[in-house]
């Protein structure tokens, strides 16, 4: 039984990118909308689609994970790589699930460095809920073979769980953070020992409070081993340049609109993680507060974050990773100017390059 789907860009969202592709039709969809969310008739199951290269190094691994003729060494490196593979789409279609099995048979065999896995999958969900007492056993078994990571894992967990400082009514800015908090210690200390994850999160930290030279100093420092500090080492270096003033600010003309804004851009900041953890809770709040001051583009954000919720119920979180960077403000849904960014995961630094240069590569 297909759905009647007006014409609209906004439908065009759903088939803008196979990220962004939507399940099966969700009950109780916000019709305020204006514009459907449900897909025309049943959608089959898409296969994963790689390339002969990809597939047959997949194929590979696999089998030396269960080569038993292997020492149980290489079967565990064999295990540990396809785990990352698969939990950043490297030349496929991301497999949160299936990274999660993966590094579960690499602890098995005796890789160390899987408990970073799981315990990455504890905290993010993997496949299913996020499992903070799994998290915390897992970070425990990381801190004997990389300190440092197991911190900043720990203050990522930390800072998800915790709500964003109250939002002033005069900017939609959160307020400071306490500097002496046993999270922000968590992150120094990582950092301090040369964590790359935590040089690049103080980076953006320190961007936001507007202090770039120590903003590129982190950069900079994190860069040989991650792309994305590399990158906004480079978008900071070439900043002095003035940008143009966001054509949006002319929504701000009124004080409801104005109030409508600032509620916007912070929900944003929670839901993109600027300077900060990314907190979906405190993002979906202040999309709420945003809807109700007359905010088009947090209503349609809103509608997208309930259209695929978990099997049971609960927030997607990779769903939510894949909307933040959306702009919705205009008649036709785009890509957020390009800003600061961040790793994919907090474990990307640890693919290896060839497989890293895959990480834009065939998906289904």
Not at 227 to 256: K, Q, W
Request: net charge neutral; hydrophobic share 40%.
């Amino acid at each position: 039984m297909g759905w009647s789907v007006p014409p609209s860009p906004w439908v065009a969202l759903l088939t803008l990118t196979p990220a962004l592709a939507l399940g099966a039709p969700v009950a109780g969809a916000d019709h305020r909308l204006g514009w459907s969310l449900a897909p025309v008739g049943e959608q089959p199951q898409q296969e994963t689609r790689l390339s002969p290269e990809v597939s047959a190094e997949v194929a590979e691994l696999t089998r030396q994970s269960d080569d038993n003729r292997l020492p149980r060494s290489a079967r565990a490196q064999a295990a540990w790589l396809l785990g990352l593979i698969h939990l950043h789409g490297a030349g496929m279609a991301v497999q949160a699930a299936a990274a999660r099995g993966w590094f579960d048979r690499a602890w098995s065999l005796g890789e160390p460095r899987a408990a970073a896995g799981l315990a990455w999958c504890a905290i993010d969900g993997c496949d299913g809920p996020t499992d903070p007492q799994a998290a915390r056993r897992w970070l425990k078994a990381l801190e004997r073979v990389d300190s440092p990571r197991a911190q900043y894992l720990e203050w990522l967990m930390l800072g998800r769980r915790a709500p964003l400082p109250p939002v002033t009514t005069a900017t939609g800015a959160p307020g400071p953070r306490d500097p002496a908090d046993p999270a922000t210690a968590l992150l120094l200390q990582a950092a301090r020992s040369g964590d790359v994850q935590a040089l690049l999160e103080l980076g953006l930290q320190a961007l936001a409070a507007d202090r770039p030279e120590e903003a590129l100093r982190h950069f900079e420092a994190a860069a040989p081993k991650s792309s994305a500090a590399a990158a906004n080492a480079m978008r900071l270096r070439g900043s002095r340049v003035e940008e143009p003033a966001d054509p949006r600010s002319r929504d701000s003309a009124t004080p409801e609109s104005a109030s409508a804004a600032a509620l916007l851009a912070a929900a944003q900041k929670a839901h993109r993680g600027q300077g900060q953890p990314a907190n979906y809770t405190e993002a979906i709040r202040l999309y709420r507060l945003a809807d109700l001051k007359g905010s088009l583009a947090a209503r349609r954000m809103l509608g997208l974050i309930y259209a695929r919720p978990t099997t049971q119920g609960q927030l997607d979180v990779t769903w939510m990773r894949q909307l933040a960077d959306l702009d919705l403000s205009g008649d036709v849904p785009r890509t957020a100017s390009p800003g600061m960014r961040r790793e994919p995961t907090g474990l990307s630094d640890w693919l290896p390059d060839r497989w890293r240069a895959r990480m834009d590569g065939p998906t289904p």
